[in-house]
């Protein structure tokens, strides 16, 4: 049967797909991707595959797509990262009976995807993703898709999505922020850059970003005219997305917890969805949010599930007539709903708020020290504040080091070359030298082997000293051998 390419593989092969859950590393597994699939959506994506790992490790890909079989889990689109055309249509012949379409990640922003050379951080090297994608096109019985991040000229970014588009992509989702554009500095996605991508290729494309409900979907689709919307983290915090509905938390959670007993999965992933799904409760029942934290089994897990439950049932109950979600929430923490990322903290703090914005608590909530100071610390820095409460996080008060003079880390304090040992030793080796502060001898281990070299030849022909032969080594060996003797 031909591959079939464009429209007719989103029309045929995707079964015309508008509702699209994103690939998410470590959290768009099988178990999340079922669930998602009886909430409305239509099309989902594997998490991010590193080719490389795919291709040499046999229980990487079982753990990952090789598990059991799930017809209810199609269409489905894996996803790899990869900077190497060889290795990226290897590990994609290795998954391409399992799934519908290769999809390249060219939209990754994170550290991990820099220090690795994938991701978004190829976006300039256009001549690699012709030749990754020309290839993949022309070794894969299924179609080649991508998932690319927008440059800040419009321009550029059409050029690029026709250039993947010649290249043989057969599907480009865009996601309309920069590689620049995450974490706390995200904003707003830019739906005129995809609208330009779409009114100039003639693929299918998919828009990603801003997405929070039904609502965003229906209007991200007539403002830009994709064939459909992916969803990340608005479907993470709430699954039923793509319905239109609200429900509550725990029907959600304990939905996807039955799931997990079925498709199990690591216990790093149930416990990451569950802060999710439960993200404004846990920041009322503090304690519980530790408990969740701590918990090593997945009994545990569903325990403490059970106990926020209870507890919200019970604020349910005890509810006022007319009484309104606190915390500037546009529904009760109980019930699913879009969790709006916090802005860098200077931005909050000229609109007044202390790391928060408009009386919703972050990820990163500001707390009150029993002093009665104020300090801005993260959960990582208040757990050690429990642990050591003497212990400072004041930059002022840290020790100052002198920096090395090659590199700018802090340097030995006995090295003779002013620097840090990493670069010392790099000095020391090439020059041949020794430095005592940081234990490097490359000289006096020389010296001792050449002299060394020298006793082992007069040892086996002690004529050599007859002859006149002996060189300067030689001499000062056998001169410190006559010193002993003495």
């Known amino acids: 049967m031909p ?62 797509l090789y598990g059991e079989a799930c017809p209810e889990d199609r269409p489905l689109i894996v996803q790899f990262c990869a900077n190497d055309p060889e290795v990226f249509v290897q590990a994609a012949l290795l998954a391409q009976d399992y799934c519908d379409a290769i999809d390249l990640n060219l939209g990754c922003p994170q550290m991990i995807a820099k220090r690795g050379h994938y991701g978004a951080f190829l976006q ?28 800040p000229e419009i321009d550029k970014t059409v050029k690029y999505a026709q250039m993947l588009e010649k290249a043989g992509c057969q599907l480009l989702t865009v996601h309309g922020r920069t590689k620049e554009q995450k974490g706390p500095l995200a904003g707003v996605a830019s ?3 995809i609208q330009a991508v779409r009114k100039a290729v003639s693929i299918p494309v998919f828009a990603n970003g801003n ?16 064939h459909g919307v992916m969803s990340a983290e608005g479907n993470l915090h709430n699954p039923a997305l793509f319905e239109g509905r609200n429900p509550l938390v725990w029907e959600m959670a304990e939905e ?58 019970e ?31 200077e931005r909050c703090k000229e609109n007044g708020a202390s790391g928060t914005e408009k009386g919703v608590r972050g990820k990163r909530a500001l707390e009150e020290e029993e002093d009665g100071n104020s300090e801005l610390l993260s959960k990582n820095k208040q757990k050690k504040k429990l642990r050591n409460p003497n212990k400072s996080f004041d930059p002022s008060l840290k020790p100052k080091y002198a ?29 041949t030298a020794d430095c005592p502060g940081h234990g490097l001898l490359f000289k006096t281990k020389y010296e001792k082997s050449l002299s060394w070299q020298s006793s082992q030849r007069v040892i086996q022909n002690p004529e050599i000293s007859r002859r006149g032969d002996i060189d300067v080594g030689e001499t000062a060996v056998l001169k410190e051998a006559g010193d002993s003797a003495v």
């Open 256 to 313: 996807y917890l039955e799931i997990v007993q079925k498709y199990p999965c690591p216990l790093s992933y149930v416990r990451a969805h569950l802060f999710k799904l439960w993200h404004h409760t846990l920041q009322v029942y503090q304690q519980l949010r530790e408990e969740l934290a701590k918990v090593k089994t997945l009994e545990g897990i569903v325990d403490v599930n059970r106990e926020l439950k209870l507890r919200c049932q």
């Open 191 to 193: 739906w005129e850059h």
């Open 3 to 64: 591959k079939l390419r464009g429209e007719a593989f989103w029309r045929e092969t995707l079964r015309s797909a508008h509702y699209v859950v994103a690939p998410m590393v470590d959290q768009s597994e099988l178990a999340w991707r079922l669930l998602s699939r009886r909430h409305g959506a239509q099309l989902c994506y594997t998490p991010m595959l590193h080719a490389q790992v795919f291709l040499r490790d046999a229980n990487y890909r079982r753990e990952n």
């Open 403 to 431: 920096k090395c003079d090659q590199c700018g880390n802090p340097k030995g304090n006995k090295c003779v070359f002013n620097m840090c040992r990493g670069c010392c030793k790099k000095r020391a080796f090439k020059e």
């Open 124 to 151: 300039e090297e256009w001549d690699l993703l012709q030749r990754m994608i020309l290839l993949a096109n022309e070794k894969l019985s299924v179609p080649i898709t991508c998932k690319i991040r927008v440059f």
């Open 315 to 345: 604020e349910i109950a005890n509810q006022k007539e007319g009484e309104k979600p606190k915390e500037g929430l546009p529904f009760f923490h109980w019930i699913c709903q879009p969790y709006i990322r916090p802005g860098p903290k």
């Open 211 to 226: 997405i929070q409900c039904l609502s965003d979907v229906e209007e991200c689709i007539r403002k830009t005219g994709v």
